[in-house]
């Protein structure tokens, strides 16, 4: 076989394709750039699902976030700068564990009873 003349008007040296580079440790992550302090029912439906989305994807990837949600959720999002009303309280919910959720409650003053604002779940669809 004839070997082939280079004929581009700027000679380019062969190289391997570039590598990636090692990760030595866990890349940090933001839920939310900054601090956010929800103020209301009507603040927290219309921003938190955004920030819950998240963190929900965060607890499918990454097992320390995961067991520190699992465990205080709420504590969680405080250290990532997410502060929720004082009446405001959030579970992470695992009964099937192939479809975990979050939902957020609302606990009114001297009642026992709370109610449900919202809940997030991850739904993985396919289609032909």
């Known amino acids: 076989m004839a070997k082939q003349q280079n ?15 090692v990760k ?32 929900l994807a965060r607890t499918w990837i990454d097992a320390d976030f ?16 997410v502060f929720l009303p004082e009446n405001m309280l959030i579970e992470f919910q695992r009964q099937n564990a192939d479809r975990p959720r979050i939902v957020v409650y609302e606990q ?7 109610a449900r604002v919202l809940y997030l779940q991850l739904v993985m669809m396919a289609g032909r």
């Open 7 to 21: 004929r581009s008007l700027v000679p380019v040296a062969k190289q391997l394709p570039a590598t990636r580079p």
């Open 108 to 114: 009114r003053p001297n009642s026992k009873f709370k």
């Open 66 to 81: 995961r067991t520190a949600f699992d465990n205080d959720p709420c504590g969680t999002l405080e250290s990532h700068g």
């Open 24 to 55: 030595t440790s866990k890349q940090s992550f933001s839920l939310y750039d900054g601090e956010r302090h929800f103020t209301d029912r009507e603040d927290v439906r219309e921003f938190l699902p955004d920030i819950l989305g998240k963190a």
